[in-house]
């Protein structure tokens, strides 16, 4: 079993910034690929970032330039850094872990964009 917990949410002025973390414990396999995806209200989730086991990232078009995804191997964690927020960055932003072909998913951090 895979259990991870995400911090780092909270309420913050447009143009701020949030840094969201998410421990990732039990039966870790390698490799792996890390992410993040939000649910904004009224919508589905959505993907933001991932990164696998090397490093490659990827982001959504929303979120470049302004988003960075980085990972820690050895602490098993998995970073968002969130600059230059907007309101409609607001969302329950999810981390998830992709091994051995399963998909498993933290309980969420609620991030709120004030204009």
């Known amino acids: 079993q895979v259990h991870l917990v995400e911090s780092?949410?909270?309420l913050v002025q447009a143009g701020g910034s949030l840094a969201l973390s998410c421990v990732v414990s039990g039966e870790i396999a390698s490799p792996?690929?890390?992410g993040w995806y939000r649910q904004r209200p009224g919508k589905q989730r959505e993907p933001v970032a991932s990164?696998?086991?090397?490093?490659?990232?990827?982001?959504?078009?929303?979120?470049?330039?302004?988003?960075?995804i980085s990972?820690?191997?050895?602490k098993n964690t998995?970073?968002?850094?969130?600059?230059?927020?907007?309101?409609?960055?607001?969302?329950?932003y999810y981390c998830n872990v992709l091994q051995s072909r399963t998909l498993y998913w933290g309980q969420g951090t609620q991030v709120t964009v004030s204009a």
Request: net charge positive.
């Open 8 to 10: 780092g949410g909270g």
């Open 32 to 34: 792996n690929r890390m």
């Open 51 to 68: 990164t696998n086991s090397a490093g490659i990232t990827s982001y959504a078009d929303s979120v470049k330039g302004r988003f960075t």
């Open 71 to 74: 990972r820690d191997n050895a």
């Open 78 to 92: 998995v970073y968002l850094q969130m600059n230059n927020l907007r309101p409609e960055d607001t969302a329950v």
